[in-house]
């Protein structure tokens, strides 16, 4: 398997871009939001790749992450979606964007992708939930082993303070996916009700 390849951006296409590496220039299909992060073609850059083959078809697909490819391989895994549709979702939603939806159960963002119906979107988050085990990355720093629980918690109808704060966020109109980066923006303690949690998850989403 090619983990990544290392070259120079030689080429950027519409949902494609081209390295040059030892004189060969690589095809790579990229997701949408990946080419808003790339540098200036003819400098250098790493992507890290994953190399579909099929009866009819070789591709590569291409994340400047490796968690990014990752997250690719989780999404190819859920029956019905192939690397086609993981590219159209992963080009919707940044990565921990998705992870997000999948942890607060928004099938509302992941069907957004084009191609991606509800009942694919509610498959991926029956899928992947449990699979999802961490959120690292999804905010400016880790959420507390509780806080993973209790966002897990939502997406399987658990209740609790965190989850409820959620839902109330959501019923003022905001996603669940932006309801569950403010309740995890916030510094939560064991006392802390509902109703204080929701509060300062207003104020981080009024910052």
Known sequence: MIQYIHGTLSEIMDGMIVVEAAGVGY???????VL???PAVGTEVRIYTYYSVKEDDQSLFGFLYREDREMFTQ?????GIGPKGALAILSALKPDDLRMAIMTGDAKAISSAQG???KTAERVILDLKDKIGSLKGAYSGDLSS???GSVAG?????AG???????ALTMLGYTRMEAGRAVGAVVLTEEMTTEEILKAALKTIRM
């Open 27 to 33: 095809g790579i299909w990229v997701p949408a939001t």
């Open 36 to 38: 808003g992060e790339l």
């Open 75 to 79: 999404l190819i895994s859920v029956n």
């Open 116 to 118: 991606i119906g509800k």
């Open 146 to 148: 509780d806080l993973r």
């Open 154 to 158: 939502t997406a399987g109808g658990a």
């Open 161 to 167: 303070p965190m989850a409820e704060a959620i839902d």
